[in-house]
């Protein structure tokens, strides 16, 4: 046998090992799909389902009002105040571990409803619950995204996940009735377990490992993450104390106060620090802020209409309960039909054009809204479809802009970042139109029966709120359409 240095000849090279190779259809990524679409389907249908069975939750386990509120306000508030924290944990030891992780913790919460029997028990559940989300939620976006290298494939596959979830919003108060009238209320929560092994069997089997080049292993910034939780915790909690106690009580005021510290403390904090939990240099860019905004303005329209019209339909007009879930029906056929429509769409507009044209269109529905929602169920109706059909695309292309302009290593921080703004601009749109209401309306907003002035009283503070919001929204827009076409002209 010749050796290398009888022969001269210099030894062959190992192989370098090759990345794997990303799906070219979404067929070819339908087992990862599928598991990422379970985490999507869970988030929309946990509170949905949930909420339908309070009544018969509260009558089973003696609640009082207060409790009942917290059982799903304390997994909005958890939820909303860890996803920084846990997207920035994500994109340090891998989005796809954090994600198995999560959906774990989602099937023991779900398993323990079983054995709930008082009200504290159900919130401390919901607790957890709100725990496994903020680590499922942004990673089923990040990792979506990062199956695919195409845009076109990305908002396909963004497209199939949320319409996933929407159907299960659309059917969960349906669904959850018809248990309820068979089966104890805890089923409707024990449905999360073979969800989550769904979810976690997908992404498992469908997903590889993350590559470390991928990652980034800068410290977590501890001090960071606890100042943007709490931040984003007040800011939650502050729209329900405004609307519990009013404008007039001290505590809604004292959390508002602690909302703008905190935030003040934050970015104190994430200019100074050596390893930032968020760079703030990455929200800068143009792709990012324009993202951010557009998301912004559609949470900020879209709850504030929700929480107007529901009013509206039920304390002005006096319908039942079945009949305003009746009356929301063209928003829902929107919000499912319309996914057929957004690849054609964004295709036709690009990224870019899609997501200021589909936020103005949520932003138009408000307004309509404000201006003509006190003339007849036809305007409601019109403002439900143009407020669904912008937030369809928006929904989609504005979480994959923020992550088209944030470094690999930043995609999960940037997908909770879209979930953040989302979250944080619905509990302010409850908060303004919860105080216009408190500041104008005279006497009980839920008595049996107003009088002439009341109902005048209620149609000024509607129209005040929902131009307030369209206002803030309409600014939003246009800031995120300026820095839209920085990005598309090159600008930073």
């Given at each position: ?5 009888e022969t ?32 999507f ?7 949905s ?5 309070l009544p ?18 304390v ?12 997207g ?16 774990v913790l ?13 009200p504290g028990?159900?919130?401390a ?10 680590m499922?939620?942004?990673g ?7 199956l ?10 963004t ?9 299960g ?8 009735g ?18 989550a ?10 997903i590889?490992?993350?590559?470390p ?10 001090a ?19 609307v ?14 602690a ?21 703030l ?18 949470g900020?329209a879209t ?25 929301m029906l ?30 103005s ?7 309509v ?9 036809g305007?409601?109706a ?5 407020v669904?059909a ?27 970042l ?28 839920a ?15 509607t129209?005040?709120?929902g131009?307030?919001?369209t206002?803030?929204?309409?600014a ?17």
């Open positions: 046998m010749r050796t290398h240095d001269g000849t210099a030894p062959t090279p190992a192989p370098a090992p090759t990345a794997p190779t990303k799906p070219r259809s979404l067929r070819e990524a339908r087992v990862a799909l599928a598991g990422l679409s379970a985490v389907l869970f988030e929309m249908l946990d509170n389902v949930l909420n339908v069975a018969t939750i509260g009558r089973q386990t003696h609640a009082s009002a207060t409790a009942l509120q917290w059982v799903t306000g997994y909005a508030v958890v939820f909303g105040g860890l996803m920084l924290g846990f920035a944990v994500a994109d340090r030891f891998g989005r796809r571990r954090v994600m198995l992780a999560g959906l989602l099937g023991v919460a779900s398993l323990a409803t079983a054995f709930v029997t008082t028990q159900l919130i559940v919901r607790a957890v619950t709100g725990v496994a989300a903020a499922t939620t942004p089923s976006m990040a990792l979506a995204f990062r695919f290298d195409e845009d076109g494939l990305r908002v396909r596959a497209t199939l996940i949320s319409t996933v979830g929407l159907a919003l659309a059917v969960g108060p349906t669904v959850g018809l248990v309820l009238a068979v089966a104890p209320w805890q089923v409707l929560l024990l449905v999360n377990v073979p969800v092994a769904l979810a976690f069997l997908g992404v498992r089997g469908g590889a490992p993350d590559d080049a991928g990652l980034h292993r800068d410290p977590v910034d501890v960071g993450a606890l100042l943007g939780t709490a931040t984003v915790v007040a800011a939650l909690v502050s729209p329900t104390l405004f519990d106690r009013g404008a007039g009580s001290l505590a809604p005021w004292a959390a508002t106060a909302v703008a510290a905190g935030a003040v403390s934050f970015v104190l904090r994430e200019r100074t620090a050596r390893h930032p939990l968020l760079e240099r990455l929200l800068a860019a143009p792709l990012v802020s324009s993202g951010l905004a557009f998301k912004a303005a559609a900020l709850a504030g209409l929700g929480y107007l019209v529901t009013l509206r339909l039920q304390l002005d007009w006096g319908w039942s309960p079945a009949h305003a879930a009746l009356g063209p928003q829902v056929a929107v919000l499912l039909a319309g996914g057929a429509f957004v690849r054609p769409f964004v295709e036709r507009a690009g990224l870019e054009r899609a997501a200021w044209l589909s936020a269109a949520v932003v138009a529905g408000l307004a809204y404000a201006v003509l929602g006190g003339y007849g169920y305007w409601v019109l403002a439900l479809v143009l669904a912008g937030m369809r695309v928006v929904g989609v292309v504005a979480g994959v802009n923020v992550m088209r302009g944030l470094p690999e290593s930043r995609t999960t921080i940037g997908a909770a879209v979930d953040t703004a989302s979250e944080v601009t619905s509990g302010a749109a409850v908060t303004v139109s919860g105080t216009v209401l408190a500041a104008l309306f005279t006497g009980s907003l008595g049996s029966r107003w009088s002439a002035r009341q109902t005048a009283e209620f149609q000024e503070a129209t005040v709120a131009l307030a919001l206002v803030v929204a309409a939003l827009v246009g800031w995120g359409t300026a820095r839209a076409r920085r990005a598309t002209h090159g600008g930073g």
